[in-house]
């Protein structure tokens, strides 16, 4: 059995870039995105929900940038595809979303990071570690065979922390939100794949999504600097990982960087 998992998708080049890769992978058996920064590169509209369900993809992730569009505070519950971190205390939807899908049952787990997240995510959020518990509890009451968790979170230690606490309780922990792919993939001894961070789907030439002229002149100036989504064309970032079909163990977990 083959997972794709694809790191956020920033704006218009990201969504067609996705499409396309989508497209090109009939081979592939069950699809997680992240699509936090699908609308110009802040959150996920109705629109773009649908777009990357009907590319493909069978579950979508979020993260922080959920907040940037208050419009959707009331519709996250509706959409049911999408899984919301479970440790925000302040935002109503999924906290896990569970799929059925060629006679196998998957269940999807979203978190939130707890450093260096901003004000608004710092002051309304449970401890991952003790909500992810939770969630595995529920799920484990509604006879999954894969288990998957999105840690959408910006400091490695929080990440790999979560990956040794879930070794051997999920299928995959997989890290997303930093926007660069790191190179630690690996599968525990429990047979569990996980990463730190997965990467971007989104404009190559850019800062992480951002235009870089505007990412240089905020750091430059010191001043805040309105932001405004790069529009050149995407990069594709996912790892591919590989079950037995018996076990349900990963047999192998790999990068993918395509420019
Ligand atoms: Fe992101
Ligand atoms: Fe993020």
Redesign the pocket.
């Known amino acids: 059995m083959k997972v794709l998992i694809v790191g956020?998708i920033v704006g218009r080049s990201g969504l067609n870039r996705l499409k396309a890769e989508l497209l090109s992978r009939k081979d592939i058996d069950f699809c997680i995105v992240n699509g936090?920064?699908a609308a110009s590169g802040r959150g996920v509209r109705v629109k773009e929900y649908n777009e990357i369900l009907d590319d493909g993809a069978d579950v979508i992730t979020m993260?922080?940038?959920m907040y940037y569009r208050k419009e959707m505070a009331s519709e996250y519950a509706k959409l049911k595809r999408l899984a919301i971190p479970a440790n925000l205390t302040n935002l109503v939807g999924n906290k896990n979303v569970v799929v059925e899908k060629n006679g196998l049952r998957f269940g999807v787990i979203n978190l939130i990071g707890t450093f260096a997240m901003g004000d608004i995510i710092e002051n309304n959020v449970r401890n991952p570690f003790t909500v992810v518990m939770e969630q595995i509890e529920e799920l484990n009451k509604q006879n999954l065979d894969y288990i998957f968790v999105d840690f959408?979170a910006e400091a490695t230690a929080e990440k790999i922390a979560m990956g040794h606490y879930l070794k051997d309780k999920v299928n995959c922990v997989y890290g997303?939100?930093t926007h660069v792919q790191t190179a630690d993939e690996r599968i525990f001894d429990t047979g569990m794949a996980y990463i730190t961070d997965v990467g971007m789907t989104g404009p190559k030439d850019s800062v992480l999504g951002l235009k870089k002229e505007i990412a240089v002149e905020r750091f430059t100036s010191g001043k805040f600097i309105h932001y405004e989504c790069s529009t050149n064309d995407a990069m594709f970032n996912a790892i591919e990982v590989e079950f037995d079909d018996v076990s349900k163990k990963a047999i192998s977990i790999k990068r993918i960087n395509l420019n």
């Open positions: 956020d936090e920064n993260g922080n940038h959408h997303t939100h």
